[in-house]
DNA sequence: TCACCGCATAAGTCATACTTTTCTTGATTT
DNA sequence: AAATCAAGAAAAGTATGACTTATGCGGTGA
């Protein structure tokens, strides 16, 4: 047992096999820019030296990243970080990676204008052609947020929720793809910028009037009210980030 | 030169080497539902007979599969593969495997709604922050609609530039990860419903007055522009699909 | 009936040899 | 001197075989 425990903290293993973790290590490395187009990027031998790893790992987890986009392999050429442009930034891993690089205001004021594009179009789907369990949901999650209010709940926790469930009502499959930004976002929101604007009773309110319109079947309704949701997010972070102000949209 | 030509038709091959090939094969596969989570998956051994490969391409292949979250393999158990919920959809790869699959009206419609969640709200983001080579851009592909309206140019291949041009304004990384899905849904829609109706003398001027609110910087009015383009082309794909009418949002 | 142990299995890791592609270099030709 | 071509080298791609590790399953005993 005590073996099993060296050993792991002597490979930095978080309890990955070895392909993982070379692959978290190499993706995070490039993610955070320490190895670029120009800076070039190990040969497979040294990254065997390097990790003290046989070529098949090494070539394994290479092979994930460039499955991801981080990457390109070409015979006698070598290995090459690929341009930013052609990464797969849903990927959940490149996610993790960007955010563990910076998680700066810009970043998540990106993070935002996407969830700016997707939810409020999510919020009018809902409304649209919810089921029943999904509307259920929703109401669900309002309820969190005012026994959150009381100090019965978790108020971010059931922030998330909330979102969670718009997004999952879409019955878009693509716009599923959002539930781990969203969150992410929120997370990270609330570290940030130190007010959080989520455990008051006015945004529990406010949240209310968005689940209302989505169980009324009111998709535009819906969608606006989500719209002003997040756009109030919004502007606190382009404002704590020192961006010009300019009207909503 | 034959020799190459005959060792391709041999392989079943695109110029590809053994491991992309198996890769997507085995993609497509998963994607169009020849294996499921109920249906399991090979064994290694039993992929190395089927393409008469070595472990090492397989287990390479199977890898970007699982980077890619269509698979999880774990020891005694095999390799099995995962509910479409975490697959990564907005992948390049996946999405193609996907377009193969079925390109029904559906799936168009689920594109378009993506698209009018994204576009809209990056013609207001590039009406607010374009650059002048980025507007530029967006002003040329106008003419090119224009000019295609014309006789003398492809007014498909306008339709697309601009749709990029805009997507690319908007200065947020995970929204230019969409430019691929509007491209492919622009090329799809026209072959699903013949009736185009980008090339129209109307379309073209709807398409410039977006470009004009973008250039002009006004942002709320770019969005809304945006957004009823692609609303024309979504009520289009909810006819055709048969789909309930309901009011826009 | 249930808990435990050991075995079988399939993926994970390693080492090594060989192949293919492609860049470099330098000799050959014009 | 410039262009062309051929030989060599370098790095990824492929193949093979052996060993390791995790884990599901069935049998054994309490």
Same mark, same amino acid.
């Given at each position: ?102 998680? &700066?205001?810009?970043?998540? =004021? #990106? ?5 700016? @594009? !997707?939810?409020?179009?999510? /919020?009018?789907? *809902? ?72 455990? &008051?009773?006015?945004?529990? =309110? #406010? ?5 209302? @319109? !989505?169980?009324?079947?009111? /998709?535009?309704? *819906? ?27």
């Amino acid at each position: 047992m005590e073996q099993l425990e060296r050993e792991r903290a002597a490979s930095g293993g978080d309890g990955l096999n070895v392909t993982r973790r070379i692959a978290n290590d190499l993706g995070r490395a490039i993610v955070t820019q320490r190895f670029t187009a120009d800076t070039g990027f190990p040969f497979e031998s040294q990254l065997c030296e390097q990790y003290g790893a046989s070529r098949s790992v090494v070539r394994e987890a290479v092979k994930m990243l460039t499955a991801k986009g981080l990457l390109r392999a070409r015979q006698r050429a070598g290995t090459v970080v690929q341009p930013e442009g052609s990464w797969n930034l849903l990927d959940p891993d490149v996610l993790r990676w960007l955010m563990e690089r910076d998680f &700066s205001i810009d970043l998540l =004021i #990106d993070f935002t204008e996407m969830r700016m @594009a !997707i939810e409020p179009r999510a /919020a009018g789907l *809902a409304a649209n052609g919810a089921s029943g369990p999904q509307r259920a949901a929703i109401v669900k999650a309002i309820d969190r947020m005012f026994a959150a209010e009381q100090g019965e709940d978790d108020p971010l926790e059931a922030d998330i929720a909330f979102h969670r469930a718009v997004i999952e009502a879409s019955n878009n499959r693509f716009m599923r793809q959002f539930t781990d930004l969203s969150e992410a976002t929120l997370r990270f929101s609330i570290r940030r910028t130190n007010a959080y604007a989520g455990v &008051s009773r006015a945004s529990a =309110i #406010d949240h209310r009037r968005v689940a209302n @319109a !989505i169980v009324e079947g009111n /998709a535009r309704g *819906a969608s606006s009210l989500m719209r002003e949701l997040i756009d109030g997010a919004l502007r606190l972070l382009l404002e704590a980030g020192g961006h010009p102000a300019h009207d909503s949209f």
